[in-house]
Nanobody, 116 residues
């Protein structure tokens, strides 16, 4: 059974940090590129960060550049999103996504709320 389980969300003050984790099981994690998406209330889901299969290529959205970092540990079947200098605009549900040319999988999401 394929599973992507996100953890690490929560309530944080502006300027704070969170580290999201996404633990994968039920498929060959090291054969999939990984992405983090987010969806704020009333908005479309947007791509936040991408990391290639071996981690050699990484990219983040302009809106989070310099603040968010994506990484992965293929030995632990886990992808991470380190989020620093959080802003209220970062408030959203964050989703983990695994993709290759044959299939794509989604996690259930974890809520991040940035508020004072």
């Amino acid at each position: 059974q394929v599973q992507l389980v996100e953890t690490g969300g929560g309530l944080v003050q502006p300027g704070g940090s969170l580290r999201l984790s996404c633990a994968a099981s039920g498929f060959t994690f090291s054969s999939y590129a990984m992405r983090w998406y987010r969806q704020a209330p009333g908005k479309e889901r947007e791509l936040v960060a991408h990391i290639s299969i071996a981690g050699g290529y990484r990219s983040v959205a302009d809106s989070v550049k310099g603040r968010f970092t994506i990484s992965r540990d293929n030995a632990k079947n886990t992808v991470y999103l380190q989020m620093n200098s959080l802003k209220s605009d970062d408030t959203a549900v964050y989703y983990c996504n695994a993709m290759n040319d044959r299939s794509t999988y989604w996690g259930q999401g974890t809520q991040v709320a940035v508020s004072s």
